[in-house]
């Protein structure tokens, strides 16, 4: 691995960044002659989008099993013709021609 000082770094960062593109060779980044950081290639990842970006995102593998237990939250049949059948608690005029 090519090593670079810090100052050399700071001034030619495009020159060393195209060269790490193009060899897709790691450079180490020195002060005063020891290692400090390391500049590398991203890594062949395909991008990510919407919350599958966060690494702690899980998916429960029975994710699209029935939904028991929200039963409550629907109306049964016989609520929903009671509904549908109720009578509305407004007149409305109609125009006669």
Known sequence: MKEVGLYQAKTQLSALVAEVA???????????????????????QAPKRGCLKSAKFRMA??????????????PTEAKATLVA?????????????
């Open 61 to 74: 593998s029975d994710f699209d099993s029935d939904a028991l237990g929200f039963e409550d939250f629907w």
């Open 22 to 44: 193009a060899t897709g060779e790691g450079i180490a980044l020195t002060k005063h002659g020891e290692v400090v950081a390391e500049l590398h290639p991203p890594a062949n």
């Open 85 to 97: 059948e109720s009578k509305p608690a407004y007149k409305t005029k109609r125009k006669r021609r």
